[in-house]
């Protein structure tokens, strides 16, 4: 079945620097990769996602990029705030998602 | 839009009792949902998958008799945790899948999670 690997499972950085989280996944058929962002004892929000039949996507101060031939996709988080502090999941499809192991993300004020 | 709700959205019971965990779709429909298992700093484990009209498909290792699932409708999905025990202790989280959302991909929304603690 699908493998997702992610890195690094924790980051902190100073409010206002950027934030790059890297995943790679085994299954060349997978064709969705959603980023979900879960605070403490909620559940897990979408926050971009991309589609197999596209290299790069861009919403405000996130983004997303994704290297089919490398088998790995990456969360681009620019400028950021204290409210993106929290743990950031990864996750590939098929039909069904496996997900990362998940990084926790603290940003500093 | 895409909205996922789950009820309760914490419950405390004794061991031995069963504990019914309710996940509805508010402003779509969905003819699959997804329950999913959380430990404490840990990533969401798929526990089953769940059609609308049949029975649920269940991951290896997860035991069907204990965790019954029934997806009566496009908008709800239960899971009942039955003869529950202090190890079935987890945040349990349920998502959907946009019946209307694009053919090519697998966009779900997920609720936000009931955190069952067993005595």
């Known amino acids: 079945g699908e493998n997702v690997e992610q890195h690094p499972s924790t980051l902190s950085v100073q409010e206002g620097d950027s934030a790059v989280i890297k995943c790679t996944y085994s299954?060349?058929?997978?064709?969705?990769f959603p980023w979900y962002k879960q605070e403490l004892g909620k559940g897990p929000q979408l926050i971009i996602d991309i589609r197999s039949n596209v290299g790069e996507k861009k919403d405000q101060r996130i983004a997303v990029t994704l290297n089919k031939t490398a088998k790995h996709f990456s969360l681009h988080i620019t400028e950021t705030q204290p409210e993106d502090s929290a743990v950031y999941f990864c996750a590939a499809s098929i039909g069904q998602l496996t997900f990362g192991s998940g990084t926790q993300l603290t940003v500093l004020p | 839009g895409a909205v996922v709700s789950q009820h309760p959205s914490w419950v405390i019971c004794k061991s031995g009792t069963s504990v019914k965990i309710e996940c509805r779709s508010l402003d779509f429909q969905a003819t699959t949902m997804f329950w999913y298992r959380q430990f404490p700093k840990q990533s969401l484990m798929l526990m089953a998958t769940s059609n609308e009209g049949s029975k649920a498909t269940y991951e290896q290792g997860v035991e069907k008799d204990k965790f019954l699932i029934n997806h009566a409708s496009l908008t709800l999905s239960t899971l009942t945790v039955t003869s529950a025990h202090p190890e079935d202790s987890s945040f349990y989280i349920c998502?959907?899948?946009?019946?209307?959302?694009?053919?090519?991909?697998?966009?779900?929304?997920f609720g936000p999670g009931t955190r069952l603690t067993v005595l």
């Open positions: 299954d060349s058929a997978s064709n969705y």
């Open positions: 998502s959907a899948r946009d019946l209307a959302g694009p053919v090519f991909g697998d966009t779900q929304y």
